[in-house]
């Protein structure tokens, strides 16, 4: 039992300090060329120290809940961000210098289980960290989450053309997707388009199994 909350507490951490530290990392880099090219319009540079801004103060809010969970204090934040949360993720993540990036939900209004719902956030969170980190020639990112009788479906792709060295063979991130998903007796499938680009795809039964 200590184990798979050791493992949980380091996906969780894992998650949200990838995702924002990235974040940040992408938004200096933009500002360090708007500054070694003496751009003349002082309203991007603004912009991207801005984004650095909201970036770090979205990653100390994140890190202050999941110290809050380990510390199991009685004002920890929700764990469950809703379906609605994925459309501020996806927004952010095209605010912040992404690719063009649409999404798609289920538009029948039913709940998911919290730790379907937990799950799904973050297979995109981490999708969507890996096209910032892996794929910077992507043009399109789709985000498509739908819902069966059965399951919840999530498949995040971009359209990347190859780029030798630039994919992940498998780390951390990857590794703690699969283990979420496989928790609820679901599937994960991570691996090149025919055509271009990547794709994540995540199936999470709905009448699942108890996680394990």
């Known amino acids: 039992m200590r184990q798979d909350e050791r493992l949980a507490v380091a996906r969780e951490l894992h998650d949200v300090v990838a995702h924002h530290i990235t974040g940040i990392v992408v938004q200096a880099q933009a500002a ?12 991007r540079l603004a912009a991207s120290l801005a984004d650095i801004e909201a970036a ?11 110290v809050g969970l380990l510390r199991d204090a009685e004002d920890a934040s929700p764990v469950t961000p809703g379906p609605e949360a994925l459309g501020t993720l996806v927004g952010r993540f095209e605010s912040r210098g992404g690719p063009a990036a649409r999404l798609r939900l289920p538009d029948d209004g039913a709940a998911w289980p919290p ?8 297979v995109v969170q981490e999708a969507l960290t890996n096209i910032t980190r892996h794929a910077p020639h992507a043009r399109l990112v789709t985000v498509d989450v739908s819902r069966t009788p059965e399951a919840v479906v999530v498949e995040v792709s ?11 063979g498998g780390g951390y991130g990857l590794i ?3 283990e979420r998903v496989e928790a609820l007796g679901g599937t994960l499938r991570a691996g090149p388009r025919p055509e271009a680009g990547w794709t994540v795809l995540a199936a999470l039964p709905l009448a699942a199994e108890e996680p394990r």
């Open 115 to 122: 730790e379907v719902t937990t799950t799904v956030y973050r």
């Open 56 to 66: 770090g103060s979205d990653a100390l809010t994140s890190l202050r809940r999941v």
């Open 158 to 168: 971009d359209d990347a053309p190859p780029s030798p060295g630039l994919r992940p």
């Open 32 to 43: 360090q060329i708007l500054a070694r090219t003496g751009s003349d319009d002082p309203g």
């Open 176 to 178: 703690g997707m699969r």
